[in-house]
């Protein structure tokens, strides 16, 4: 009997991952087929797609995916979906600020899901303009600790080219810039050959909201749900400053961390 149950739990874990991948495959698909709708399906010309494109194949999309989102959004293959982007607000536990991104091809499905996750889950949805206000978008590219590859020596590297700041994560290094200097830091990276995991534009929070470890649990747990929509692209939570003391002093898993910085 125990075995069966082993079994049964083994089987019922790897559900859960294969479906999680498949809803990331799926995003990654979306950011391909809406930069290529929106800037071409030339990789040279289109630095939007040309960065859509490498953090698919980073996450191992398989590459016949890759392509027929490219010409699905180029208009060179019918099937494509006419995907809208909508953000909605909304407050977690302790008054967390989340700011929530769609690309839907459906708005009364994207609003109601998103509802319902958030409400259920300890949240509450805000007014528009109640919370994208304390949230500036940014240019950012995650590079690895590789090689000896220190935060002074990254700096060098990218501060002629529009770089703001380089952030430590832990892991990883995050260098943020104003979005219309993101391809000269993303370009002056490959010109060093140092290797980065994503660069795109992404909303950074301006304030944070003191949190301890709890609270801190509740609203992973919240951005998990929400995130589980099949129309939601990303999360973004005022929590930036606070996750990576709270893992230290208080024992949060890495894991959590990583979410609420954007490492995935």
Known sequence: MSGHS?????????AII????????AKY?????????????????????FDAVTKAKKNSVPSDNIERAIKRGGGLESGGANWETIMYEGYGPNGVALLIECLSDNRNRAASEVRVAVTRNGGNMAD?????????????????KKNGLTEDKLLEFVLDSGAEEVNDLGETFEVVSDPSDLVKVRTSLQSANIEY?????SFLPSVSVPLDAEGAKKVFSLIEAIEDCDDVQNV???????????????????????FFLGIR
């Not at 698909?29 to 797609?49: C, F, H, W, Y």
Request: hydrophobic share 35%; aromatic share 6%; net charge positive.
């Open 29 to 49: 698909i979306k950011a391909i087929e809406v930069a290529a709708r929106q800037g071409g399906a030339e990789l040279s010309g289109n630095p939007t797609l």
């Open 128 to 144: 528009p303009g109640s919370v994208s206000y304390m949230f500036n978008r940014k240019g950012v590219v995650l590079v690895p």
């Open 236 to 258: 973004v939570a005022s929590l930036r400053k606070q996750v990576r003391e709270l893992m230290k002093s208080n024992g949060i898993h890495k894991n959590y961390v990583d």
């Open 18 to 25: 294969d479906s999680r991948r498949a809803k990331a495959f």
């Open 197 to 201: 995991d994503s660069a795109e534009t």
């Open 6 to 14: 082993k079994w049964a739990t083994t089987k019922h874990k790897k």
